[in-house]
Each structure stands twice: as structure tokens, then as C-alpha cells.
Nanobody
């Protein structure tokens, strides 16, 4: 079973940057498309970004396009989310999630598209 652990969250000022990491264990990451999701207080969990096994054509939510970059290192079983130009509305618990397919698919941003989930890391954007 794929196990995922997020890290790298914290408090950052508006306009700042953070890099989130997702460490996989249990199975090789090379068989899974990986997504990042977030859940703000009082809101539903939403898809932020997704990357296929080959890392081609990553997907992004409109709200983060041009600010966030997803990447992966299959040899190290790691996925990253570089977040720049952070805004207060980016405040949320961020989760990484995996699906046992090469591609993210057209429904990648839906919770049901993912089979495995980490426990999340909190990102707070505030001055």
C-alpha cells in the first residue's frame, strides 16, 4: 500500500514562498500519478495540482496557475509543490494524494480520483 507523508508547511507572509514535499513509501512512486489538494477552514477539499508518472503536462487549478509548480523525483520517491507569490487565500491544510495510473486524468481534481492520501501539512499565509 502506498503511504504518503507531507512536510514543509508553515507560516509565511503574503508574497512569500514555500516548498511542500510529499514522501512516498510502501510502494514505488513510479506507478502513481500524484496530486496536491488543499482544504481551507469551512471549505471543501479542492484539487491544486497533479503530475503524471512521466511528469509531462502537469495540471493546475486556475487559482494557482503561474504561482505554483509541481515536480517529482521518482528515484527518490518524492513529489514537490513550489508555491510562490502566496496569498492569504492560499491558507489551508495541503494534502498529497496518489492514484495507481500513469496519468492524472480529466477528473484529477476530484477527491474520488485519488486512492491514497497523506495526513496533510498546514500552510498559513498571514502578515
Amino acid at each position: 500500500q502506498l503511504q504518503l507523508v507531507e512536510s514543509g508547511g508553515g507560516l509565511v507572509q503574503p508574497g512569500g514562498s514555500l516548498r511542500l514535499s510529499c514522501a512516498a513509501s510502501g510502494l514505488s512512486l513510479g506507478y502513481y500519478a500524484i496530486g496536491w489538494f488543499r482544504q481551507a477552514p469551512g471549505k471543501e477539499r479542492e484539487g491544486v495540482s497533479c503530475i503524471s508518472v512521466s511528469a509531462s503536462s502537469p495540471n493546475y487549478a486556475d487559482s494557482v496557475k503561474g504561482r505554483f509548480t509541481i515536480s517529482r523525483d521518482n528515484a527518490r520517491n518524492m513529489v514537490y509543490l513550489q508555491m510562490n507569490s502566496l496569498k492569504p487565500e492560499d491558507t489551508a491544510v495541503y494534502y498529497c494524494a496518489g492514484r495507481p495510473f500513469q496519468l492524472c486524468g480529466s477528473t484529477w481534481s476530484k477527491i474520488g480520483a485519488m486512492n491514497y492520501w497523506g495526513n496533510g501539512t498546514l500552510v498559513t499565509v498571514s502578515s
